[in-house]
Each structure stands twice: as structure tokens, then as C-alpha cells.
């Protein structure tokens, strides 16, 4: 008899920071997941020092990022790293590409004086950051 296997379930997540191609935590989370594409959301990004965080403030704005697909360990990991639902919510968003995604948003409150208006966190930065040191 052949034996079947369960493919493990697997979500799209929009990363946006740290955790984007190129990001310093990349490759201790996302490194052998499924990059999807580059994306963009409808929402605003904030520098908050050695991260970014994304508030759903200005409707003209849009943040860049990375989708990649995910299992529910990842996500799990990924939950833990973003301190959900304390420090970040894991929200359900739609991406300006119209894919359905996982995306990190902020819980506390941002200074318009940290608002990075490009939009683009890696395109921001001056400095590399290793977090997962």
C-alpha cells in the first residue's frame, strides 16, 4: 500500500524589517522558507531604533517588504521573536500585490518624528544590526 503524506500547512507572512531578505534576523527565522516576492502594504513605518514598526496610520502610505511561505513552526518562531500579542498583533492584512498575509503590527504608541517615508526599512538603514548574534 502507498504511503500518503500530509502536507504540513503553510501561511504567507509579509516581513517588513529585521526579518526581510537582507534583514539581520532573516536567517536565524526565514533562511530555507519560501520567498514569494516583494510587496508592498498599505500602512506606515516607523523607525523605533534597532527596528521597525508598522501602524496602520496614513492611508497614503506604503511599506515595503517580503512575503514568504511559511509552516506553522515558523510562524510559531515567529511569534515568539515579534512578542505576540504583547509587543506586535499578528494581523491578517492584504497586500497592495492582493495576497492575503500574516504581518506584525505594533502595539505601542510611534513619534511622527520616527516615520521613515520611503517606507522601506532596509533602504533606511545606515547600519547593520545583528539581533541574532
Not at 36 to 59: E, H, T, V
Not at 98 to 117: C, L, M, Q, R
Request: with cysteine; proline share 4%; net charge negative.
Amino acid at each position: 500500500m502507498a504511503e500518503h503524506k500530509v502536507k504540513e500547512e503553510s501561511f504567507p507572512v509579509f516581513v517588513y524589517g529585521t526579518l526581510r531578505l537582507g534583514g539581520s534576523a532573516h536567517k536565524h527565522f526565514l533562511d530555507g522558507c519560501t520567498h514569494l516576492g516583494r510587496d508592498q502594504l498599505n500602512a506606515s513605518l516607523y523607525d523605533m531604533g534597532w527596528f521597525p514598526a508598522i501602524k496602520f496610520a496614513d492611508p497614503d502610505d506604503s511599506v515595503v517588504g517580503d512575503l514568504f511561505e511559511v509552516c506553522e513552526g515558523v510562524l510559531d518562531s515567529l511569534d515568539s521573536y515579534e512578542s505576540h500579542p504583547s509587543f506586535y498583533t499578528r494581523t491578517l492584512v492584504t497586500t497592495e500585490g492582493g495576497v492575503k498575509a500574516w504581518a506584525y503590527v505594533f502595539n505601542g504608541s510611534v513619534s511622527e518624528s520616527n516615520h521613515i517615508p520611503s517606507g522601506d526599512w532596509l533602504g533606511d538603514q545606515t547600519m547593520e544590526i545583528d539581533v541574532c548574534a
